[in-house]
């Protein structure tokens, strides 16, 4: 069975940081390119941040570009994101993906953490 946990969401104000953390088991980490979406009240489902299987190709939405960060570590089976300078805006709940290719869609997402709220306050 597959999962992925997210954690370290929580309350900043803005001008803050978060780190993010995605602990996935039950599908081979390595195999997978890994993602970080968001969604806000009212919105879809928006990709953020995706890196490759090896982690030497990283991808960025406009929002996230310059502040945001992905990494993961293969022999920890964990993706991460750091979220610096954060913006009201960046309120949502994020969620960690796994997919086999094209990470920043959310079509070819194979599997989906539960989400964990990042709440900004202004």
């Known amino acids: 069975q597959v999962q992925l946990v997210e954690s370290g969401g929580g309350l900043v104000q803005a001008g803050g940081s978060l780190r993010l953390s995605c602990a996935a088991s039950?599908?081979?980490?390595?195999?997978?390119?890994m993602g970080w979406f968001r969604q806000a009240p009212g919105k879809e489902r928006e990709f953020v941040a995706g890196?490759?299987?090896?982690?030497?190709?990283?991808y960025y939405a406009d929002s996230a570009k310059g502040r945001f960060t992905i990494s993961r570590d293969n022999a920890k089976n964990t993706a991460f994101l750091q979220m610096n300078s954060l913006k009201y805006e960046d309120t949502a709940v994020y969620y960690c993906?796994?997919?086999?290719?094209?990470?920043?869609?959310?079509?070819?997402?194979?599997?989906w953490g539960q989400g964990t709220q990042v709440t900004v306050s202004s």
């Open positions: 890196i490759s299987w090896t982690g030497s190709t990283t």
């Open positions: 993906a796994a997919a086999t290719t094209n990470i920043r869609a959310t079509t070819a997402v194979n599997y």
């Open positions: 039950g599908l081979i980490f390595q195999n997978n390119m």
